[in-house]
């Protein structure tokens, strides 16, 4: 009895030491989250309810129940840039699922095969995502320049007279500043050809056997294998281009029809001189269930499209 | 069966396939190059406006190059990057792989939920935070300091770190652990001496790819930075367009100054960057 005893005094001092230790290693994590996530997510959604703005900086106001969707109604119905900005950062999700992740694969793919020089074009490929987004849309701006780019010469080809800056006008402005950045895949390019090199050499050679070798053996054989990490980097090139914002700024600042959702955020919260902070807010819950649709969506669509192909 | 045709080689693939396969190769390399080609050549031109495009510089003109290093102070920017997201680098790893190993080796109660709250920070759109976050900053009196960066990039980022961390742990054996604890060692010591260092290519996986985000920010960074100083590399940028004005000769040599460090570090550690990057299947 009495060992029994000290045996379970032992094993809750063990008990007592492990949690502890616990503790200790999991708190700098957890009041990390608190700091940058959960304190900002719980202001954002209950302000977003509030009147706060540049005339009461320090004490938001709550609207009440009865006209609790004073500042969405704002977004919505009044706010001039509202759905021009959803609609284009939509477009930039799609196109980052639609565009990018294929032209990702195709590249990957190709870069799995066994080529000489095969090295250098993927490690050349990486080196544009070596730069930070910032200095890309600097220097994207100076290819745009009308007077020394090399746009306008190509353009001049087919119109002679053609002396407008794309970037101001509507329509192509848009297209410039996707074609500004959705060209460069080189770290998603280098996550799925990490799976592709993860699948089996066996599966290669029974494939081959079947006689299928090539782009039908990648379509019917290694994509279906990595179908996963494509799942992920969809969802990765989707978000961050709903996120689009460095490029907004530094080509067009919003204008010719480019707003971003991003970039309205922080246009109301931050730059502009009649701040709006409760609006702002109500944008950015927006985006963030926004991003849960996103994630919603592509997993529907990779479940639905691959359970066809196993038929 | 000779190794050659193991299924990967160019040779015994259809024509089909080898045209694509080179369009693509031809593809990535245009679009990787021509950009950052045009940049150099244009730098080395006097005056950019007189010779568009890809025309050929007369003479090669370095004067953008030498008063870049005499008038910008570079390296002063250079030195804040490369500080702040050091500091913020180590800050993070070393928490994150705390207590991704708690929550890979231990059984505790919210450990799922813990999961699940660190899980989600993935999908949580950090400019949706943008106002609270600077508000943050402004009333903790961090404003305007290269602390309020360090203290943003430590925190955010959380979800790949812990990952990348956690994957790295699940793979390495328990019996280590156990040989360890009945040695003696406590669970501090086992951590700091067998798993730390066992552990250490994920780690280094996981500070090199946050190394180079915070590297490379520029959201955060040009909205709790103003003084010129104190300005990281991306920050610097925004004032480009205006400080140079038409000196387009120095503004095409600033900017390959800029994007010269990044390059060339990763042209010395491409090897250990593309492993990072994809998760150790691709040798370098």
């Known amino acids: ?311 | 069966m000779k190794k050659t045709k193991s299924g990967r080689g160019i040779n015994s693939m259809p024509a089909g396939t080898r045209i694509v396969t080179y369009i693509c190769l031809v593809w990535a390399l245009v679009v990787s190059l021509v950009p950052l080609g045009w940049l150099v050549l244009s730098s080395l031109k006097k005056d950019p406006m007189a010779r568009p495009g890809f025309q050929l510089p007369e003479t090669i003109c370095l004067d953008g190059y030498i008063s870049t290093f005499r008038d910008l102070h570079v390296l002063r920017y250079f030195g804040n990057s490369l500080f702040v997201a050091g500091v913020s680098v180590m800050i993070s790893v070393v928490m994150i792989s705390m207590s991704a190993y708690v929550v890979a080796r231990m059984e505790f109660k919210g450990k799922a939920l813990v999961n699940i709250l660190l899980y989600s920070t993935m999908f949580i759109p950090a400019t949706a935070l943008t106002y609270p976050v600077y508000n943050l900053v402004n009333r903790l009196h961090l404003y305007d300091t290269r602390s309020a960066l360090i203290l943003i990039y430590s925190c955010s980022g959380i979800a790949v770190s812990f990952f990348v961390i956690k994957n790295y742990y699940d793979n390495i054996p328990r019996e280590l652990e156990e040989a360890a604890r009945i040695d003696g060692c406590g669970y501090v010591q086992t951590w700091v001496k067998v798993i730390f260092p066992i552990a250490r290519p994920g780690i280094m996986t996981a500070a090199v790819l946050a190394f180079l985000n915070n590297w490379n920010e520029y959201y955060w960074a040009s909205l709790v930075l103003i003084t010129r100083e104190k300005l990281t590399v991306p920050a610097l940028l925004s004032t480009f367009t205006t400080a140079f004005n038409t000196n387009y000769n120095g503004l095409f040599s600033a900017m390959v100054i800029i994007i010269l460090p990044p390059v060339l570090l990763y042209c010395i550690f491409s090897r250990f960057f593309i492993e990072a990057l994809s998760g150790g299947a691709v040798k370098g």
């Open chain 1, 1 to 311: 009895m009495e060992n029994l005893k000290a045996v379970n005094k032992r094993k809750n001092k063990l008990g007592m030491r492990k949690k502890g230790f616990i503790i200790a290693f999991l708190a700098p994590t957890l009041i990390a989250f608190c700091v940058f996530y959960l304190y900002p997510i719980i202001t954002v959604f209950v302000t977003s309810f509030c009147k706060w703005d540049y005339t009461n900086i320090t004490s938001p106001e709550f609207f009440g129940w009865s006209n609790l969707w004073d500042n969405y109604d704002y977004i919505f119905n009044k706010y001039p840039f509202f759905w021009e900005a959803l609609r284009n950062s939509t477009t930039w999700a799609i196109l980052g699922a639609v565009v990018q992740i294929p032209i990702a694969t195709l590249i990957a793919l190709a870069l799995s095969r066994k080529v000489k020089g095969i090295k250098f074009v993927r490690n050349v490929y990486i080196i544009p995502n070596m730069i930070s987004t910032a200095a890309m849309g600097i220097v994207f701006l100076q290819l745009y320049n009308p007077s020394y780019g090399i746009i306008n010469p190509i353009i001049r080809l087919f119109h002679k007279d053609f002396t407008d800056n794309i970037l101001l006008l509507k329509g192509s402005a848009f297209v410039a500043m996707t074609c500004a950045y959705i060209f460069f895949t080189g770290t998603t390019t280098l996550m799925i050809l990490g799976n592709i090199m993860a699948v089996p050499e066996e599966v290669r050679e029974a494939a081959m056997l079947d006689g299928a070798s090539g782009l039908k053996q990648d379509w019917h054989i290694t994509i279906p294998m990595i179908k996963g990490t494509l799942k992920t980097v969809s969802v990765l090139a989707a978000t961050s281009g709903f996120l689009l914002y460095n490029e907004v700024y530094f080509l067009t600042k919003g204008a010719a029809g480019t707003y971003s959702i991003s970039y309205i955020i922080r246009e109301l919260a931050i730059t502009s001189p009649r701040t709006q902070f409760g609006r702002a807010n109500a944008v950015a819950m927006i985006q963030i269930l926004a991003g849960m649709v996103i994630i919603l969506v592509i997993n529907f669509v990779y479940s639905v499209s691959f359970k066809k192909e196993k038929k």
